[in-house]
């Protein structure tokens, strides 16, 4: 561009501009630029305002930059000053519904508190109907409870009388069970004694070994033997489960380890344990070795091993304990757990019947001993309640029911019976503090004590044609 009245060029990078005219071209082109900015700045704000005015909801922002957007607010204004009044139509419709409503819960708790008030009215009628009827019924509790009271003595002494008759019964019947199987104690030369049950000696449990060994020739009757030793100890042992287990019916308790009696096809009384007693009802019969313990179990005996089933203990030898240990060692061991199993049940009775002598292993051993206190030493018959007609009388008020003592006696405790139940805590009571409460230690000892003896036993008693 050149300057109309200094002929120069204006150059902005060389030359500066040294008059007005070149001064005020130089600064044509910038103005003009400024105008325009200031122009679309004008715009923008007024576009601005109408989005940002309340009630258009974003809408101004989708219309083109030449809109009206005067007219359109004013569209706006309209349009919202009717969605004004429609919500205030609303409103009060819905504000004369809410009083309309409003009006009708007040006519309900109106209905409410008569109602209510009503109920507070019967109640407070029925309070004092109540409250004369208890004053009613306290003046006359004297007269309503005197006959329950009396007849509650009456049944309290009869059901005392009833027990201590069945105490009796049960006592007297085991004595004479005893009786009828003949039970009795006699002295020997040494002067200690001997108890003998159906005729046939009661022997003691460490003594079985010798009990159990063939008698010599000057011992025999006409030169030969009528009943072996083994034979008649397995005989006392069968006499002496019957009698156990009859008494346990008689005194009704369940020993700990159950007594099977001879029966149809059971020839023999076996023993179970104790873990497997009362749990199966048809026990076969497993028989026991009779020749070696390779031939020792039968048919039945092979069974009950394979089904895994519990097998009973014999009380019964074929032959002499030490020959039984040297040629079958299992049915040695069954027999010698059937003895013990039969001592623990003697000693059982004696212990939770009032009996706590029996507390070692050598009292556990003496079967014939611990029978004769328990049947026949020990226990005296109670005293008689007394036949006092007056104690059973209606109109007695200061009678209260003879109690029984709980000291352990026999035939108190039972497991037939509600008071004194031996599965009751006080029935666990009596055995709680039991030495003798284990029976595999018994039987671990017994075993111990029988093989030490049979072992250190080094001589052999020889016949006269063995010399």
């Known amino acids: 561009v050149q300057c109309d009245l200094c002929a120069r060029t204006l150059d902005r990078g060389r030359r500066r501009p040294v008059c007005v005219s070149c001064i005020r071209a130089t600064l044509y082109e910038p103005r003009l630029q400024q105008a325009l900015e200031l122009l679309h700045r004008q715009d923008a704000h007024t576009r601005a305002e109408a989005i940002v005015r309340p009630g258009n909801d ?31 139509t609303t409103t009060s419709v819905r504000t004369s519904q809410i009083v309309e409503k409003a009006r009708e819960l007040e006519e309900q708790m109106k209905g409410h508190r008569q109602y209510i008030l009503s109920c507070k009215q019967k109640l407070q009628d029925r309070r004092k109907t109540l409250a004369f009827q208890k004053q009613e019924f306290v003046r006359d509790q004297s007269t309503i409870l005197e ?40 002295k020997q030369v040494d002067g200690s004694s001997e108890y003998v049950l159906g005729g046939l000696s ?95 179990s039968p048919s039945a005996s092979r069974t009950l ?3 895994n089933q519990p097998r009973p203990r014999p009380l019964h030898l074929d032959r002499p304990l030490a020959q039984l240990m040297k040629e079958d060692l299992k049915s040695y061991g069954l027999f010698v757990e059937g003895v013990a199993l039969l001592a623990w ?94 029976p595999a230690r018994l039987i671990d000892k017994l075993k111990s004590i029988m093989l030490s003896e049979i072992s250190g036993a080094e001589w052999d008693l020889l016949e006269e044609a063995e010399w």
């Open 305 to 307: 091993e394979k089904d």
């Open 147 to 186: 006959p329950i009271q009396a007849a509650s003595k009456k049944a309290g002494h009869r059901l005392d009388r009833t027990r201590d008759k069945l105490i009796d019964a049960r006592l007297v019947l085991c004595r004479e069970a005893a009786s009828a199987c003949n039970f009795r104690r006699q």
């Open 58 to 88: 974003g809408v101004l922002a989708a219309l083109p930059p030449d809109a009206d957007f005067d007219a359109i607010t004013t569209g706006i204004h309209k349009f919202n000053n009717q969605l004004v009044r429609d919500e205030q």
């Open 202 to 296: 009661i022997p003691n449990l460490k003594d079985l070994h010798s009990k159990t060994q063939p008698v010599s020739k000057q011992d025999r009757h006409g030169g030969r033997t009528v009943v072996d030793p083994h034979e008649s100890v397995s005989e006392v042992f069968d006499s002496v489960a019957r009698l156990v287990s009859i008494c346990a019916h008689y005194l009704q308790v369940r020993p700990p380890a159950e007594i099977i009696l001879p029966h149809e096809n059971f020839p023999r009384a076996l023993v179970m344990p104790e873990r497997s007693s009362y749990k199966m009802r048809d026990v076969p019969y497993p028989g026991l070795s009779t020749s070696t313990s390779q031939n020792s």
């Open 345 to 438: 049940d003697v000693a059982w009775l004696c212990r939770t019947q009032g009996l706590d002598s029996v507390d070692s292993f050598e009292d556990f051993c003496s079967i014939g001993r611990n029978l004769w206190h328990l049947l026949t030493m020990q226990h005296r018959k109670q005293p008689k309640p007394p036949s006092d007609r007056r104690l059973t009388a209606v109109s007695g008020k200061d009678e209260t029911p003879r109690t029984i003592d709980p000291t352990p006696r026999l035939g108190l405790y039972s497991h037939a019976s509600v008071r004194f139940n031996l599965s009751s805590a006080e029935g666990s009571d009596i055995l709680r503090d039991w030495r003798l409460s284990n």
